[in-house]
């Protein structure tokens, strides 16, 4: 039978010292969302690393994460990845980094390769 994913919303996925990129589409898209001009967003949200623009890292976290609900501030205009993750073919790229993901989400803990390959493979 097939399992479906369950995001637990434990907000693990926004944690690190890094996040996605954003492109010049979702900078716009999220400073309309937010009612800011771009140089306000890119000023107090994002940070520029070489030749990529990502969000900033606020105590351990993406700076859009909102800790005590544990919800995505920008949800609706989220980056792509953010939305589908971890619903990617990235995450199939071998078992063993399937495992180290798999630890990460506890949306995937009863889930096996096979199950996402399943529903990934559906998309
Ligand atoms: S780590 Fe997995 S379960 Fe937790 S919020 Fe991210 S996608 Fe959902
Ligand atoms: S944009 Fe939202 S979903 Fe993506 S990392 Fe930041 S808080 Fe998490």
Redesign the pocket.
Known sequence: MKKNFVCKQC?F??EGES??SLTQEKIDEISNYLCISRDELLSRFCVIKKNRIE?KIQNG??????ENKK?????PV??T???I?PLHKSILKDKESFEIIKNSCPGLYEMNYNDICKIIGDK
């Open positions: 907000g996925c926004c996040t996605v969000m976290h993406c700076i859009f994460f909102e919800i995505c501030k920008i949800h989220k980056p990845h953010c939305r993750w």
